[in-house]
T-cell receptor
Framework: AQTVTQSQPEMSVQEAETVTLSCTYD???????LFWYKQPPSRQMILVIR??????QNATENRFSVNFQKAAKSFSLKISDSQLGDAAMYFC???????????FGPGTRLSVLP | NAGVTQTPKFRILKIGQSMTLQCTQD?????MYWYRQDPGMGLKLIYY???????DKGEVPNGYNVSRSTTEDFPLRLELAAPSQTSVYFC?????????????FGQGTRLTVV
């Protein structure tokens, strides 16, 4: 079974600074998808960024980028120029190629300090 | 486009009562999922469905039942509610294209069993 680990329960960053959230996963599959979801206090689950495992190029969405290391099974999220609105729980997630599962990590609570 | 709609948003149940959490999506997605999120934790998969008439157990299925009679609807049934089922429940759906497996989430249902 696939597992997703986020070793940082809480992180904080100064406004306008850069922060990196860590995620590792375990799978025996070669094709899969990785995601970072943001959950603000409203409880809504918002997709931040997505990475296809077959792509070597790291995904980027504006201030959000990932460092995908397939051999190491590592998928970290970098937030540049942090904003107060970035404060939320961030979940790393794994999606298999069969639609059978989205496996979520335990989450990292990010605080942004003014 | 409504996306994924869950009802109700909040509910208080007494121990032993039963209820159905409704979930409907209007995106013609094949795959649907039910998760529970306990306080400060990630999401755990309860049940999933890869298409109408097909359901399967996730990580924490005990105490729940689902059905998928149509592509749009995926209700979650709680029989004999217990305090351990106090949680926030999320329904999600996705459309497998082999390239895009983003999961779209409902707003969540906060359930308290007293």
């Amino acid at each position: 079974a696939q597992t997703v680990t986020q070793s940082q329960p809480e992180m904080s960053v100064q406004e306008a600074e850069t922060v990196t959230l860590s995620c590792t996963y375990d799978t025996s599959e070669s094709d899969y998808y990785l995601f970072w979801y943001k959950q603000p206090p409203s409880r809504q689950m918002i997709l931040v960024i997505r990475q296809e495992a077959y792509k070597q190029q790291n995904a980027t969405e504006n201030r959000f980028s990932v460092n995908f290391q397939k051999a190491a099974k590592s998928f970290s999220l970098k937030i540049s120029d942090s904003q107060l609105g970035d404060a939320a729980m961030y979940f790393c997630a794994y999606g298999d190629n069969y639609g059978q599962n989205f496996v979520f990590g335990p989450g990292t609570r990010l605080s942004v300090l003014p | 486009n409504a996306g994924v709609t869950q009802t109700p948003k909040f509910r208080i149940l007494k121990i032993g009562q039963s209820m159905t959490l409704q979930c409907t999506q209007d995106m013609n997605h094949n795959y649907m999922y039910w998760y529970r999120q306990d306080p400060g934790m990630g999401l755990k998969l309860i049940y999933y469905s890869v298409g109408a008439g097909i359901t399967d157990k996730g990580e924490v299925p005990n105490g729940y039942n689902v059905s998928r009679s149509t592509t749009e609807d995926f209700p979650l049934r709680l029989e004999l509610a217990a305090p351990s089922q106090t949680s926030v429940y999320f329904c999600a759906s996705s459309y497998r294209t082999g390239l895009n497996t983003e999961a779209f989430f409902g707003q969540g249902t906060r359930l308290t069993v007293v």
